[in-house]
């Protein structure tokens, strides 16, 4: 494909649950970020992959909430016993390293409801 | 990454030109200008970017200031598809250290 995917693009569950989040980088795009944004909000940054490797984890609101980049592509969220404060829509995107600036492209997002 | 500034929300009607402002004071030299724009449900879309020279691409225009304290993006000829929360952030490009800290954007409503 040519866009960032993510899947699965709704998800609802019960409090207290595990669930992941799966995100697709553009093919060769080196860097992954994640970021959240709940209802009628900007977009809150989580973490940020350069290659399997994260440098910056600061935007991780707590120790509930991991990721991880496995061969330099796809990422998984995980968020452990879920709250309902954790409802939000789960964005992802990708950059490259040079050419355009590291201009990100975004894909769809994942809309977790916490019941 | 420097903060920046936007009116919360504009209108534009169909067809005119939209200028949407942005502050960015404390932008540093080596920090470029981005614009996104987030149509509702849908994850944020890159429009343009700048470092300090005027740019054009098929979607808008980013004109900005010569002290590079704030820009203007102007979508020309504006539609109903138009409206969405436009994003005005500066970033550090060319690093590996990069991320984006988006503020609350200005809501532009294109009316018929």
């Known amino acids: 494909g040519a866009g960032v995917s993510q899947s699965p693009s709704n998800k609802v569950t019960e409090k207290g649950k595990d669930v992941e989040l799966r995100c697709d980088p553009i093919s060769g795009h080196t860097a992954l970020y994640w970021y959240r944004q709940s209802l009628g909000q900007g977009l809150e940054f989580l973490i940020y992959f350069q290659g399997n490797s994260a440098p910056d984890k600061s935007g991780l609101p707590s120790d509930r909430f991991s990721a991880e980049r496995t061969g330099g592509s796809v990422s998984t969220l995980t968020i452990q016993r879920t709250q309902q404060e954790d409802s939000a829509v789960y964005l992802c995107?990708?950059?490259?390293?040079?050419?355009?600036?590291?201009?990100?492209?975004f894909g769809p997002g994942t809309r977790l409801l916490v019941l | 990454d420097a903060k920046t500034t936007q009116p919360p929300s504009m209108d534009c009607a169909e067809g005119r030109a939209a200028n949407l402002p942005c502050n960015h004071s404390t932008i540093s030299g080596n920090e470029y200008v981005y614009w996104y724009r987030q149509i509702h449900s849908q994850g944020p879309q890159y429009i343009i970017h700048g470092l300090k020279n005027n740019e054009t691409n098929e979607m808008a225009s980013l004109i900005i200031t010569e002290d590079r304290k704030s820009s203007t993006l102007i979508p020309p000829h504006a539609t109903l598809r138009d409206t969405a929360v436009y994003y005005c952030i500066v970033r550090v490009a060319y690093t590996n250290a990069g991320k984006s800290t988006f503020g609350d954007g200005t809501t532009l409503t294109v009316k018929p």
């Open positions: 995107a990708s950059s490259a390293i040079a050419g355009a600036g590291e201009t990100q492209y």
